[in-house]
């Protein structure tokens, strides 16, 4: 059968043989095709049927003779008989052309911008008159204006419903002032729903050589578009092998009454500015679609899932950087919430859809503990989550989940993947061992350690940081949780007011940040107090402003920093010259002890990305977990590895441009006249990022002054009443009434400047009042501290807000408190047996080929006695400690000792002493040895890892106070490898009640009870 005359394809078409196009849309010359070179074929080269009766041929064969046909040709003949019927069959109704010629009063093309790329900082649209149309009244122009190279565009026609067919062309008039255009349709699957966003399948397809804008000149092109049968084939193949392994009961996709719902004209533009304009778009033939009233799929309307992405250290949402900043919602309202700035609500109830929609209408993520899988054994399986989860942007399973509920949680996120595999969203959790492990489960990992109020100082915890990191995967992200109140063991008394100072959660929030990290959590319980509210919000504010750094960036250099003049080690010869700077060593005058001190706690860490390189500063002040200082300081030098023309310092109220930039061999030297705890410096080489970064500081600043302003006032009214109640208790700090009188003079003025509407000068105010009163809060806490060998001995002296009571204690203290003898039997370790016959009880890991742990007596006390002698090496021998190793494959304490239980009352004061010898350093990645009691927690512990004075025996002591009658225990942990010898402890009970009763009651009896599980 010759080819139908109005065959729509090409010659070169016709000899490849288009065999894929449905008859439904292909037309008569696809049917054609199909009688000439397909069936024939296949039945001349059939094998034969075996088995066929004889009964069937004689029917078969008298049929033949009866039309005198050879079976051949009647096959022949009944196909062709077919493909005449199918070209009898109706067609869609084809009509005109849909024509838009923008010329009404309004502008007909909605512009999108790819959340991926720069964003544009200026986009217009308008239709600027007949003077610029090709034809016609008016063009629509756009002009954008992008701050860098590869900023994506969209602008979007809709048209009328036209069916797409071979024969569907699509035109558009374009001129643009650059080139890197090119013309699209969008399809509509309107029974096909896409498994990403549960709504029908819409699809971008492209034409060809006609459709691409790359002229120069900028001049008038006519761009064609022809989804043709063959263009849709190839993208139906990207479509199945993108969509169907997650299709799971379908085999194909569903291409029935596909339709031209838009035409799209993309452009990735390079920067600076960029002119489009539009013209005469031609769609035709039109081919109405069939009603889809109820043939449709819907769409779920309210199941709108963000896009979250992890990975390769980068998160974005939607395609914008993005850093989670998640807060726990304690059911304030939605208006507090959102005045801490945080940009993801924790909620407790994963499926209260009023809450999560609440959430969702003002812009606010969510995250939430999803439902614990149920008994996979007999075969259950969580229910799959529906839209009313969508405002839900991720899953946070738990916090502190230890290494041994691995396999659970294991199984969980199996359950977890499954319920949600149809919009499937990323998986955190915070965890405390098998750090590796997790990772390769989870989207973020999570690993916090709380270190304000113990012994864990800023600069151990910026090594905390790096370890996790490197103990989870490389390339994928990690969060870590910053707390807004004490632990529990802590938190003696919540009426007192905030015990996190709010430069703590600064310090935490930027060594996180410093480190890498791409999420923050808050940890709070309670409702936050106004004046952390502030904090937290100011903390936020800052992060989404930097958040493209932050959310992209990777960590590449620590930079060195340094103070004061160039001054050579002979006097004051300058280095400034080419040859010798202040960074060579060799010739640099040794700095003071000051200075000396302030570089090693000074940290600037330099991240690198798309849009440039950031600098953070944060002051890792020694003792600024328990309380900071005024940390303030002139005339910081930094060396960044990089020729750098141009750097700003930045905060949510305003940036400045940085003076003093030096080259010098291998780089620049950026000098900061003053920094107060902590800095941000912006180096770019792109105007337009900076010009960016201010219009998004204008839209928060006065916010963010206002957030100053309250701030300071709420901290100086708080520091105003401590040192009101402790001024004639403790010992003097000179000149303090005249450094408050100062710092309010200070807030005085930012309160002014916000009033007038100078809000970087608000910042500045208030932070330097700030400072002011942290010299005043240093020096009492000092005073309180400066006879314990750490702070963590006593119970009121982690913190500033708790000294009140701290002298209150020590004046009933020395007004002659009841005491006991001794409480605590086998404190001077004279034998194992007798240990354990006195209470005392044992644990020690699993002795493995790793490691090998022992606890014994060992001779060379404190007096020449026995001592205890707690170790754990590598290796088979333990008597003397092994080769460290930094990833022990036991998680937990290698050896745990208790003390008897002892029965305490509420209100005694618990004094624990003893002797303790540490001859070389422990497991520099591990905790060393800890010492707490049941009472306070581990939260509020002794930790050695370093060795004791020359080796030798030191005393310690920890203090404790009973908050209600019941027991009380003392436990030391062996947490790394390493030896440790103790001798000499006691325990002894002081009664300080005001009760008649409980003072004559006397000492409390001891109990060689076993503790409870």
């Not at 996790?468 to 003696?492: N, S």
């Not at 959310?551 to 004061?564: I, L």
Request: charged content about 25%; aromatic content about 6%.
């Amino acid at each position: 059968m010759p080819p139908a005359q109005n065959d729509p394809r090409t010659s070169k078409d016709r000899q490849a043989g288009n065999l894929t196009n449905p008859p439904s849309q292909g037309g008569i010359a696809t049917i054609v095709s199909i009688v000439e070179t397909g069936p024939a074929r296949v039945a001349q080269d059939a094998p034969p049927e075996i088995g066929i009766r004889e009964d069937q041929d004689r029917v078969r064969g008298g049929i033949f003779r009866r039309l005198r046909l050879t079976p051949q040709a009647f096959w022949q003949a009944a196909l062709a008989v077919c493909a005449l019927l199918a070209m009898l069959a109706p067609r869609p109704a084809l009509s005109g052309d849909y024509r838009q010629s923008y010329d009404g009063p309004d502008p007909v093309g909605r512009i999108s911008i790819s959340p991926g790329g720069p964003q544009p900082t200026d986009v217009r649209q308008s239709l600027p008159g007949p003077e610029y149309a090709r034809e016609g009244k008016s063009p629509e122009f756009v002009r954008i204006e992008s701050p860098a190279p590869g900023t994506e565009i969209e602008f979007l026609t809709e048209v009328d419903p036209t069916l797409r067919l071979d024969e569907t062309k699509v035109s558009l008039w374009a001129r643009c002032s650059q080139p890197n255009l090119s013309l699209h349709v969008r399809l509509r699957f309107p029974h096909q729903i896409d498994p990403r966003t549960g709504a029908p399948l819409t699809a971008d397809m492209a034409g060809g050589p006609a459709s691409r804008y790359e002229e120069t000149t900028e001049l008038w092109k006519r761009l064609e578009c022809r989804p043709d049968d063959r263009s849709f084939q190839q993208l139906m193949q990207r479509l199945r092998h993108l969509l169907l392994p997650q299709l799971r009961n379908q085999a194909d996709l569903d291409t029935r009454d596909v339709y031209v719902e838009a035409v799209v004209l993309k452009a990735r533009l390079g920067a600076g500015r960029t002119d489009l304009l539009v013209d005469d778009l031609i769609v035709g033939p039109i081919a109405v679609p069939p009603t889809t009233s109820q043939k449709e799929i819907p769409a779920e309307p309210e199941a709108k899932f963000s896009r979250i992405a992890m990975g390769d250290n980068r998160i974005t949402k939607n395609g914008r950087p993005f850093i989670p900043l998640i807060l726990p919602y304690h059911h304030e309202s939605i208006d507090e919430f959102l005045a801490t700035g945080a940009n993801t609500a924790w909620v407790q109830n994963w499926d209260d859809e009023a809450l999560l929609k609440e959430f969702a209408a003002r812009g606010i993520g969510v995250t939430a503990t999803p439902p614990r899988p149920v008994n996979s054994e007999r075969g259950e399986a969580l229910p799959p989550f529906t839209g009313a989860s969508a405002p839900i942007d991720f899953w946070m399973l738990d916090v502190n989940i230890p290494a041994s509920a691995y396999l659970d949680v294991e199984t969980w996120i199996e359950q977890l993947r499954d319920a949600d595999h149809k919009h499937p969203r990323p998986i955190l959790a915070d965890v405390a061992g098998r750090e590796r492990d997790f990772h390769r489960h989870l989207s973020l990992l999570g690993s916090s350690r709380f270190i304000l109020g113990t012994t864990t100082a800023p600069l151990e915890y910026v090594e905390h940081l790096d370890r996790k990191q490197r103990m989870g995967l490389p390339g994928r992200g990690m969060f870590t949780l910053v707390p807004l109140e004490p632990a529990d063991g802590l938190l003696h008394d919540p009426t007192d007011g905030p015990r996190i100072e709010p430069e703590q959660v600064f310090l935490l929030a930027n060594a996180a940040l410093s480190a890498g990290y791409k999420g923050i959590g808050y940890w709070n319980r309670n409702p936050l107090s106004e004046e952390t509210r502030h904090a937290v919000n100011l903390m936020n504010l800052q992060v989404r402003l930097l958040e493209p750094w932050l959310a992209t960036g990777k960590v590449v250099s620590t930079s060195p920093v340094q103070f004061g003049q160039d001054l050579a080690q002979g006097g004051g010869t300058s280095l400034s010259s080419v040859v010798s700077t202040r960074w060579d060593n060799a010739n640099r005058k040794a700095p003071s002890e000051r200075a000396a001190r302030l570089e090693n706690e000074l940290r600037a860490t330099v991240l690198d990305s798309e849009f440039g390189m950031l600098v953070i500063i944060n002051w890792l002040e020694n003792r600024a977990q328990y309380q900071p200082g005024g940390m303030v300081v002139d005339d910081l030098h930094l060396f960044v590895k990089r020729d750098v023309l141009q750097a700003w310092t930045v905060t949510a109220t305003g940036m400045e441009t940085v003076k003093s930039l030096k080259q010098v061999p291998g780089g620049t030297e950026i000098t900061l006249k003053q920094v107060e705890q902590f800095a941000y410096v912006l180096i770019t080489h792109e105007q337009a990022v900076r010009d960016a970064v201010a219009r998004q500081i204008s839209q928060v600043r006065e916010r963010a002054a206002r957030s100053w302003v309250e701030l300071a006032e709420h901290k100086i009214r708080r520091v105003h009443d401590v040192h009101r109640q402790i001024e004639f208790e403790a010992p003097a700090v000179m000149d303090a009434a005249d450094i408050l009188a100062k710092a309010d003079r200070y807030v005085a003025a930012a309160r002014a400047d916000f009033e007038r509407g100078s809000f970087k000068s608000v910042e500045e105010n208030a932070r330097f009042a700030m400072a002011l009163t942290r010299v005043v809060q240093r020096r009492h806490w000092e005073n309180a501290v400066r006879r314990f060998a750490t702070p963590v001995s006593y119970p009121y002296t982690v913190a500033f807000q708790t000294l009140p009571q701290h002298w209150k204690m020590l004046e009933k203290l020395g007004a002659g408190a009841g005491q006991s003898v001794n409480l605590l039997r086998s404190g001077r370790f004279t034998s194992l047996q007798q240990m354990a016959s006195d209470g005392w009880t044992l644990n020690e890991a699993d002795a493995n080929e790793t490691v090998r742990t022992a606890v014994e007596m060992r001779a060379g006390g404190p007096e020449g006695r026995s001592c205890l002698r707690l170790a754990a090496a590598t290796g088979a021998a333990t008597g003397k400690a092994g080769e460290r190793t930094s990833f022990l494959p036991i998680q937990g304490p290698l050896v745990q000792v208790q003390s008897p239980i002892l029965p305490v009352r509420e209100g005694q004061i618990l004094h624990v002493s003893g002797r303790i010898r540490v001859p070389q350093s422990l497991d520099p990645t591990s905790e060393g040895l800890v010492i707490y009691n049941t009472i306070d927690g581990p939260s509020r512990s002794l930790r050695f890892r370093s060795p004791t004075s020359s080796g030798q025996w030191e005393t310690f002591e920890l203090v404790s106070v009973a908050p209600a009658s019941g027991e009380f225990a003392l436990r030391f942990e062996l947490r790394g490898l390493g030896d440790v010898f103790l001798d000499d402890l006691r325990i002894v009970a002081l009664n300080v009640s005001t009760n008649a009763a409980d003072a004559e009651a006397g000492p409390p009896s001891v109990s060689n009870s076993p503790p409870t599980p």
